[in-house]
């Protein structure tokens, strides 16, 4: 397919990112509002998403470029638009700057969708567990169910008060629509106390499937609850919005020794990182001092996307953050991947 000029020119050089359009900003609640992006007709092949992923923004905020991800509110066949939610985080940078700076007609740099938080294939009936912004894949999955199998669900979404319940009108429509095989639960801890495991076992069957997301301490209580209640683990499946363990600490050095150079670029500077073997780039930046952007650590957010100008590598694992197409172009996940030639050089911005 051949891209016009105009498409060409939101095709950003920063490695793995794309500029979109935000056509509208839809505030949900006082704390949380929608964008919604305006896809070129060339990139919807790259944009195609399955309910549940999300898509990672790149942002500056102070001088600082960094990166988020938002789960995708929308679904396939059901809404026309791509759009994420964004809940304002007390202190937090992005999220605070995305909910003021950002209006209709602003451009921001977005990584195509990724995400395994998506609904399995079967027949049993599925349980949803969504506390705050963890609507958001929650939703999104919610209507696959509805619009695209004829699967039961039970949708249990927590929040302080009603004035935080965001969706709660396309929550309703939905049910009012779909309620013979739908059911809606609001938990309120302004009227009802937080939810307890021993009511989650209320909810436990071993022949259903469930979904949850929100606060850890809310997926902790209510993955609990099932276990309790005698749900196979495997049944169970969690997004988790929070990073993976705060910081980076330096690790020990790796027993084997130095088998690689690898001189990275990130923020501008120059930095000469020794490999050890079987150790990953992210991991020996880390042992080193460099705290580079990551957030799952298993190949499947892309967050620590950079592109390999000099040398070899290889991903030890793809859990499908970067495409083979991304790979052939040079590109690679530093938090799986291994150098394989003596010397290398990989540049992040
Ligand atoms: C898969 C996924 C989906 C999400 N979906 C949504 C959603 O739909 N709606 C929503 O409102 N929020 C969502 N989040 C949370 C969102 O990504 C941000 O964490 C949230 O907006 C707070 O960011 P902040 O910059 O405002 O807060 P801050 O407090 O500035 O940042 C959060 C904290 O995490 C650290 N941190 C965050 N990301 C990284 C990183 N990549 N590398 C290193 N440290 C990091 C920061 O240093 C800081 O300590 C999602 C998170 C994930 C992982």
């Known amino acids: ?14 490695p793995g990112f794309v500029r979109l359009r935000v056509k509208e900003v839809v505030r949900e609640t006082a704390e949380a509002s929608s964008l919604v992006f305006d896809v ?3 990139l919807t092949g790259t944009f195609r998403y399955r309910p549940g992923q999300f898509l990672t923004l790149r942002h500056e905020v102070g001088g600082e470029v960094l990166f988020r991800n938002y789960s995708l509110a929308s679904a396939p066949g059901v809404d026309a638009d791509l759009k994420v939610t964004i809940k304002r985080v007390t202190d937090g940078r992005v999220s605070n700057s995305l909910l003021d700076t950002v209006v209709a007609g602003a451009e921001l740099l977005v990584m195509p969708p990724k995400g395994i938080f998506c609904l399995r294939q079967g027949t049993v009936p599925v349980v949803l567990f969504a506390a705050g912004s963890g609507i958001t894949p929650v939703i999104s999955i919610l209507k696959q169910l509805l619009t695209s199998t004829e699967r039961k669900v039970t949708l249990v979404y927590a929040n302080r008060d009603p004035e935080q319940i965001i969706f709660r009108e396309e929550l309703s429509r939905l049910h009012e629509r779909y309620g013979a095989r739908m059911r809606l639960v609001h938990r309120l801890d302004s009227i009802q106390s937080i939810l307890s495991a021993a009511e989650v076992q209320g909810y436990a069957d071993s022949a259903t499937e469930y979904y949850l ?35 980076v600490q330096p690790a020990e050095a790796p027993s084997e020794g130095e088998s ?31 705290n580079l952007p990551f957030s799952c650590r298993a190949a499947f957010c892309g967050l620590c996307i950079a592109r390999v100008t000099a040398g070899s590598v290889h991903l030890q694992d793809n859990l499908g953050g970067i495409t083979d197409a991304q790979i052939a172009e040079g590109l690679t996940l530093t938090c799986q991947a291994l150098v394989d030639s003596a010397k290398a050089s990989v540049v992040f911005d």
Do not use: N, W
């Open 40 to 42: 070129p007709a060339t």
């Open 1 to 14: 397919m051949t891209l016009s000029r105009t498409d060409t020119a939101l095709l950003e050089d920063v």
């Open 213 to 247: 997301c929100g606060p850890a301490p809310f997926m902790a209580t209510v993955r609990e609850g099932l276990i309790q209640g005698g749900v196979c683990e495997v049944r169970v499946f969690l997004e988790s919005f929070d990073p993976v363990a705060a910081e």
């Open 260 to 290: 690689a150079r690898v001189v990275l670029r990130y923020k501008g500077e120059e930095h000469q990182i020794a490999v050890g073997q079987g150790e990953t780039i992210h991991a020996a930046a880390a042992r080193q001092g460099l």
